[in-house]
């Protein structure tokens, strides 16, 4: 159980403190992946996405465009570097398009 706090703490640090004591940081990590995605890609990729899963340190993309999912793949690199900088920590080392 959780020590209480006789002083005011921010929501915000009592967030990740409860976070941190849970050890659900790993699955935070894997819907702050999910939303990065979603929000770097846009409507037009998004509208061809059917999963998206952070693996260790790989982010498994799975497209229902078999055109796209090519195009995507030559830019592999650039949208590892984006999602690391929206999520603000390097977790994706790999990027892995079905």
Known sequence: MAKRHSSHIPLSEALNEFIQENKLQKGMDKVN??????????????????????????LFVSLSS????????????????MINEEMGKELVKKLVLR
């Open 33 to 58: 992946a999910r939303e990065a995605w979603t929000n770097l890609m846009g409507n037009g990729v998004n509208n061809y996405t059917t999963a998206v899963e952070l693996k260790n340190e790989t």
């Open 66 to 81: 078999s055109v796209l999912r090519e195009e995507l793949s030559l830019g592999k690199s650039k949208i590892i570097k």
